[in-house]
C-alpha cells in the first residue's frame, strides 16, 4: 500500500538531513514557469495557427486527448516544412510570446539580458534588483520567484542542492536564482551555479550545477545564443524516442546520476513523461532488491519527494500516491501553488 502525503512535522528539515547525508536535489517542470510561458497546450494551439490549415482549440484539445504534445509538435514542425533549426527558432518565438506582449520594450531588453547572464557578475545588483521587481510586478503568483528566494538562501550554504534539474527549455529560474543571491549579497562573491546545457559543459568546484535535460532555446532578439543548446532540444516526437532508445544519453545519465545517489524534490512536473518514470523505477526497484537482500521485510522505502497541489478528490489523492509509490516517490501536499516554496523551505529549515 502507498504512503499517504507526509504532514509538516515530517517534512520539517527533512531536506537538511539529506544535506548531511547523500545530499538532495531539486527537479522543476513548465509548472514552475505559468503563467510566464504557456503549456502545451497552448504552445500546440500557436503552431498550428502558423500552417494553412489552421487547428481551432478544441480541435487542438481533440487530438491531444490521443496523441502526446511532443508527437503533436512533430507534426506542426511538418506541416509548416521548417529544419529544426528553423523550428527551433519558431519555438523559441511562441514560447516567449506571452513575456514580449507583457512588458515593455525598456523592461524586455533588461529581462533579455537577466536570462541571457549566466554569470551573476554579468549584471550590477542594482540591474538583478529591478529584474526581480519586473517579474514580481507582472507574475506574482509564479512558483519561480518564491523558490528562487527560498533556494537563494540554501544555495550558498552547506545545505544546498547536489543539482538542479530542469525539464524546461527557459532559463528563467536559474536567472531568478542568481538575481535573487546577488540583491542578498550585493556585489560580493562569485557565481553560485554552473549552466550545464552539454555533457561536456565546463564545471567549477563550489557551484551547484543547473542541468537543462531538455535542452536550452534561444532568447528571441538577442545575438549571444552560445547560452542554448538546440542541439539537445526534447520537444519534437522524434527527439524523444531517440532519448527513450538510447541507454547512455547525456539526459538519462544526469538523471539516473540524481535519483541514484540523492533525495529528488519534484516540483512543477506531471510525471507523466514515460522517461522519467522508466528511470525513477529503475532506480526504485534495485533500492528496494537490495534492502530485500539485507533482510528488511516487504520494504517500501522511499528517497523523492513530489510536492503537489492538492486534488479536490480525497479518492483522487490516494491513487495519486499509489501511482508514484513504485517510483520511489512520497506526495508532500500543499493547498495552493503559493504553499510551494514555504514547504521547500520547511523542508530546508
Known amino acids: 500500500m502507498a504512503k499517504t502525503g507526509m504532514s509538516k512535522i515530517q517534512i520539517r528539515s527533512l531536506l537538511r538531513r539529506a544535506a548531511a547525508g547523500s545530499g538532495w536535489a531539486l527537479c522543476v517542470g513548465a509548472g514552475i514557469s505559468k503563467p510566464a510561458f504557456p503549456d502545451w497546450l497552448e504552445l500546440v494551439n500557436r503552431l498550428a495557427k502558423r500552417d494553412s490549415l489552421a487547428l481551432s482549440l478544441e480541435a487542438v484539445r481533440h487530438l491531444q486527448t490521443t496523441y502526446s504534445p511532443d508527437a503533436l509538435i512533430q507534426a506542426a514542425m ?6 529544426e533549426e528553423k523550428f527551433a527558432a519558431v519555438l523559441a518565438e511562441e514560447l516567449y510570446s506571452n ?8 523592461e524586455w531588453t533588461l529581462f533579455a539580458r537577466a536570462l541571457g547572464s549566466t554569470h551573476i557578475g554579468s549584471m550590477t545588483p542594482v540591474m538583478w534588483e529591478p529584474f526581480v521587481d519586473l517579474i514580481a510586478k507582472h507574475f ?10 527560498t533556494l537563494s538562501k540554501a544555495i550558498q550554504s552547506p545545505i544546498a542542492p547536489a543539482a538542479i534539474l530542469s525539464f524546461n527549455a527557459e532559463p528563467l529560474f536559474p536567472a531568478l536564482i542568481n538575481a535573487t543571491v546577488a540583491v542578498s549579497r550585493g556585489a560580493k562573491g562569485g557565481d553560485v551555479l554552473d549552466y550545464v546545457v552539454h555533457a561536456t559543459t565546463d564545471r567549477k568546484a563550489g557551484r551547484v550545477p543547473f542541468v537543462f535535460c531538455h535542452g536550452l532555446l534561444p532568447i528571441p532578439g538577442t545575438r549571444n545564443h552560445s547560452l542554448s543548446s538546440v542541439d539537445k532540444l526534447v520537444f519534437s516526437e522524434a527527439a524523444y524516442l531517440q532519448l527513450a532508445n538510447t541507454s547512455f544519453s547525456w539526459q538519462s545519465a544526469s538523471f539516473l546520476h540524481a535519483a541514484g545517489e540523492n533525495s529528488i524534490v519534484f516540483v512543477g512536473v506531471s510525471l507523466t513523461d514515460p522517461n522519467m518514470r522508466r528511470w525513477l523505477s529503475w532506480v526504485h526497484a534495485t533500492r528496494v532488491a537490495e534492502l530485500t537482500e539485507a533482510g528488511a521485510a516487504a520494504p517500501t522505502s522511499t528517497v523523492h519527494y513530489w510536492i503537489a497541489k492538492t486534488p479536490p478528490l480525497e479518492t483522487t489523492e490516494r491513487w495519486t500516491e499509489s501511482l508514484v509509490s513504485h517510483l520511489g516517490i512520497r506526495l508532500i501536499w500543499v493547498k495552493d501553488y503559493a504553499d510551494i516554496a514555504p514547504t521547500l523551505e520547511l523542508m530546508i529549515s
Not at 99 to 106: D, N, P
Open 78 to 83: 511538418d506541416r509548416l516544412q521548417l529544419t
Open 99 to 106: 513575456i514580449k506582449a507583457t512588458l515593455s520594450k525598456k
Open 140 to 149: 506574482p503568483g509564479l512558483t519561480a520567484l518564491g523558490l528562487a528566494t
